[in-house]
């Protein structure tokens, strides 16, 4: 599975972006899809997470009520929807894929994208 992340950008605080992780590949809909993000010299942290069939989603509590995790099996594409961003969001957002129970453990995800920056910044 090859992951392609789209969407990211500068915004201004309080703004919103929609992130796009484009899957190629027969199995993403029996994967979990998760988002990332990383800032320099620090690790990469859980963001969201969404179950292969959709029921069941995880959010870290720092973006709970604000982002919403979501996917498209037919397009092959995981979605993460961010509202009312925050300066402290900016970073590199990954999306991942793995098999199994979503997770907030990076290793649990066996495919990653390239990335995509987030800047917010008045």
């Known amino acids: 599975v090859q992951l392609v992340e789209s969407g990211g950008g500068l915004v201004q605080p309080g703004g919103s972006l929609r992130l796009s992780c484009a899957a190629s590949?027969?199995?993403?809909?029996?994967?979990?899809v998760a988002w990332f993000r990383q800032n320099p010299g620090k690790e990469r942290e859980f963001v969201a997470a969404?179950?292969?069939?959709?029921?069941?989603?995880i959010y870290d509590d720092s973006v709970q009520a604000r982002f919403i995790i979501s996917r498209d099996n037919i397009k092959t594409t995981g979605y993460l929807q961010m509202n009312a961003l925050r300066i402290e969001d900016t970073a590199v957002y990954y999306c991942?894929?793995?098999?199994?129970?979503?997770?907030?453990?990076?290793?649990?995800?066996?495919?990653w994208g390239q990335g995509t920056q987030v800047t917010v910044s008045a």
């Open positions: 590949g027969r199995t993403f809909s029996n994967l979990a």
């Open positions: 969404v179950s292969a069939d959709k029921i069941s989603a």
């Open positions: 991942a894929a793995g098999e199994g129970i979503i997770s907030r453990r990076a290793q649990d995800y066996a495919y």
